[in-house]
């Protein structure tokens, strides 16, 4: 029994309180650009995340498409100069 206390005052203890996550949550909202205009509205958290996922997403279809952009670049690229740039995108 005495386990299941203690295990009790741990997970009390590393809950992150409303407080915390109101400020995170708002904290990330500022960074979305779809609802950082809302600011002064009320969005609700589970909307901040939904719209966090999705811009999460769309930077990661920007990457691949910059990526991708920049392969077919350097493949038309003088291989001396397309080196360059490579050793410069790894620094």
Do not use: F, G, W
């Not at 979305?32 to 279809?61: F, G, M, W």
């Not at 100069?81 to 410069?88: G, H, Y």
């Amino acid at each position: 029994m005495s386990t299941r206390r203690s295990r009790s005052r741990q997970s009390t203890a590393s809950r992150i309180s409303d407080d915390q996550i109101n400020d995170l949550v708002s904290k990330l909202q500022q960074l979305l650009p779809e609802i950082r205009s809302h600011r002064s509205d009320k969005v609700s958290a589970s909307k901040v995340l939904q719209e966090t996922c999705n811009y999460i997403r769309s930077l990661h279809r920007d990457i691949d498409s910059l990526s991708d952009r920049l392969s077919e670049l350097l493949e038309n690229t003088d291989p001396t100069q397309a080196s360059i740039i490579r050793s410069l995108l790894m620094q």
